[in-house]
Every structure is written in structure tokens, then in C-alpha cells.
């Protein structure tokens, strides 16, 4: 008798509920922390020509190199640093949590922080734990000390700035968690664009720190591209779990011919930065709202009746994130994408009327 998925598949595993991405065709999306711009319209026709070339019959290079080498440069990755390149952050943070998975290891993290880290540790069998953050989002440093000496954890991520609350942590606590961990630490900076600060070029500081980027925050988020930057006596492993030709010949192509004109990027990430500025003091003025600062390209407020407000975006055409119920310390909380000036202020303008 043929037995049933309740029969095969882990009880942990159908007992989880899938990441969920909305709807937003038609919307004023400002839910996912992508940048808001199109690239401009010369730089179209020049990766338009790369595309036309590329030669869609053949498997990609596997070891990326023409690409590698534009993000040394792009990324200011120090030298003698080894990378490893993933489809997306969310692919290397699953071959991380895969190497490290030996009976009983531990994953730590703070929280409220990136989900995916807690649920790739489910993925891959090993047990999380979530250090809570401060009263105002910051690292309790003491918490986490004493967590590292309990628990030993394999690996520990560390978002920076963090995600859902924007900050940017305390470099000298990361520094003594570095110190600290027995095993590896690992830096997300997956919004380093919008932040002014970065462990990048303190990778030689720390052996066991690797630093982990994206560009999908930059502005090619179809791309699906992630970067692990470390030393080789970690990366040589972490690289055994990937899968072959894992960075297609389309984001291979497309990332080299548009990291040539890292000036675009570095343009539209400037612009953020102001528009962000400028909708974190209007939101300041808000009646009713209480406003996170922010270094990165997001800003978290909460309202009264965070629902009721989400609700009355949404039927007016804008999306934002409804962080109500996915951690305590989120209760009544939103999160709105920085997008471009017209996405911005109709964005206030409809939230004046809710709040």
C-alpha cells in the first residue's frame, strides 16, 4: 500500500508554512525592500547586446570568474579573501546551515531579525536559537555572551543593518560575538549600499568571520545573486554544497556588463538614502505613529491598529509588510519599502488618512 506525504515527509517539515509573497500586480509595491528604479535605458541596450551573445545552449562557467572579479572590485573585497556565490543570500545561508549540521549543532541569531535564518535551521535539522533583541532593537550584549558560552553555536548570523527593524547594530558587540563564537559568524549586509559601514575589511581581523552581501537590494533583484566573503579554509567547504552551475549564464552576463557601471547603482543608492531621510522625518510628524531609525533602504513604524492600516493601504493600491504577529516585539508594527519620490508621497499622503 502506497504511503502518504504524512507518512514520508517530516513532521517538522509539514508542520511549516511557506515563505508567502503577495499578490502586487496593479500595487504601489513597497514591500520587499527592492530598489525602486529601472537601470537606464544605454545600459538596457548594452545588456540587451550581452544577452544576444550569450550562449544559452551551453552550461554557464562554473566557476563564475569574469564575475567574481567585477565583485572584488565593486565590493572592495580584500585581497587574498576567498568568495563563494550563491543564488541569492537565501541559497548560501542553506549550504552554511547544511555544513555545520551535525547531530545537536546549534544555529544562533538575534530576533526579531531575518526569517529565513530560523527557518533554513529547521530546513537543515539544526536546532535555532533567537537571543531577543533590546526594548529598542539593539543587541543585548550580555544575552548574547552568555549564549555563545551555553549553547557553543556552530554558526551565528547577524544582520547589518538588521531586517525587519533597519538598524545597524553596535560594531564593538558584533566584535566580542566574533571573538567569542566557537565556530562560525556570519555578517549579512545585505543592505551595506544604504548603511555607510561594513566588516568587509575586517575579514583578516577575525578567522572565523565570513561576510555575506546581495544585489538584490541594488537593484537587480530578478538577478538572484549573493556573495560569501571569507578565508579559503572555510570556503573551500562551504563550496562542496553548491550546485552546479548555480549562477546562470543570464546573471552571470547581465551582473559583469551592469557592475561596469557601479556609478548607476551607487546613483540610485544615493537617492534612497534622501528619499529615506525625507520620509522618516515625515512620518515623525505623524500623529500616532512611532518611527525606527533607519540605515537601511526600509523604515519600521508602528501605528495602532497596524492591521486596520495595512487593510486601508492596500485597498487604496499601496503594499507594504504587516509585521503584526510574526514576533512580539513587532506587535502593531509595518514596514514600507524607501521608493521613489511619487511611490513615497503617495504613500504618506494615503497613511495621513488612516492614522
Given at each position: 500500500m502506497a504511503k502518504t506525504p504524512d507518512d514520508i515527509i517530516r513532521d517538522d517539515i509539514r508542520a511549516l508554512s511557506a515563505y508567502?509573497?503577495?499578490?502586487?500586480?496593479?500595487?504601489v509595491k513597497l514591500d520587499a525592500m527592492?530598489?525602486?528604479?529601472?537601470?537606464?535605458?544605454?545600459?538596457?541596450?548594452?545588456?540587451?547586446?550581452?544577452?544576444?551573445?550569450?550562449?544559452?545552449?551551453?552550461?554557464?562557467?562554473?566557476?563564475?570568474?569574469?564575475l567574481k572579479q567585477r565583485l572584488r572590485t565593486v565590493m572592495n573585497i580584500p585581497v587574498g579573501v576567498e568568495l563563494v556565490l550563491g543564488n541569492g543570500s537565501d541559497e548560501l545561508i542553506q549550504m552554511l546551515a547544511l555544513a555545520v549540521a551535525k547531530p545537536g549543532a546549534v544555529m544562533l541569531g538575534v530576533e526579531p531579525s531575518f526569517v529565513m535564518f530560523r527557518m533554513i535551521a529547521g530546513f537543515a535539522g539544526l536546532r535555532f536559537v533567537g537571543v531577543p533583541l533590546t526594548a529598542d532593537f539593539s543587541l543585548d550584549a550580555d544575552a548574547l555572551l552568555d549564549a555563545i558560552r551555553t549553547q557553543q553555536p556552530a554558526l551565528v548570523f547577524i544582520a547589518?543593518?538588521?531586517?525587519?527593524?533597519?538598524?545597524?547594530?553596535?560594531?564593538?558587540?558584533?566584535?566580542?560575538?566574533?571573538?567569542?563564537?566557537?565556530?562560525i559568524v556570519v555578517?549579512?549586509?545585505?543592505?551595506?549600499?544604504?548603511?555607510?559601514?561594513?566588516?568587509?575589511?575586517?575579514?583578516?581581523?577575525?578567522?572565523n568571520l565570513l561576510v555575506m552581501r546581495t544585489l538584490s537590494k541594488l537593484g537587480l533583484a530578478g538577478l538572484r545573486l549573493g556573495l560569501l566573503a571569507g578565508r579559503s579554509d572555510w570556503l573551500n567547504h562551504i563550496d562542496k554544497?553548491?550546485?552546479?552551475?548555480?549562477?546562470?549564464?543570464?546573471t552571470q552576463c547581465v551582473a559583469v556588463e551592469v557592475l561596469q557601471h557601479e556609478d548607476v547603482l551607487n546613483a540610485q543608492a544615493a537617492t534612497i538614502r534622501s528619499e529615506r531621510t525625507r520620509v522618516l522625518a515625515a512620518l515623525q510628524k505623524l500623529r500616532g505613529v512611532t518611527v525606527f531609525p533607519s540605515d537601511a533602504n526600509f523604515i519600521l513604524f508602528r501605528v495602532a491598529e497596524a492591521g486596520r492600516?495595512?487593510?486601508g493601504l492596500k485597498q487604496r493600491?499601496?503594499?507594504i509588510k504587516n509585521l503584526h504577529g510574526s514576533h512580539p516585539m513587532l506587535a502593531d508594527c509595518l514596514r514600507v519599502t524607501v521608493g521613489t519620490p511619487?511611490?513615497?508621497?503617495?504613500?504618506?499622503?494615503?497613511?495621513?488618512?488612516l492614522c
Open positions: 508567502h509573497v503577495p499578490a502586487s500586480a496593479g500595487m527592492e530598489n525602486p528604479y529601472s537601470l537606464p535605458a544605454d545600459l538596457q541596450v548594452a545588456i540587451a547586446a550581452r544577452i544576444k551573445a550569450a550562449a544559452l545552449n551551453r552550461y554557464p562557467d562554473p566557476s563564475a570568474a569574469e547589518y543593518p538588521n531586517n525587519p527593524t533597519g538598524n545597524l547594530f553596535d560594531a564593538d558587540v558584533i566584535a566580542r560575538v566574533i571573538a567569542a563564537a566557537p565556530g555578517v549579512d549586509e545585505a543592505y551595506h549600499a544604504f548603511a555607510g559601514a561594513s566588516f568587509m575589511p575586517r575579514l583578516a581581523e577575525f578567522p554544497l553548491r550546485l552546479p552551475y548555480n549562477i546562470n549564464v543570464l492600516v495595512f487593510d493600491g499601496i503594499l511619487d511611490e513615497n508621497a503617495r504613500f504618506l499622503e494615503v497613511l495621513t488618512t
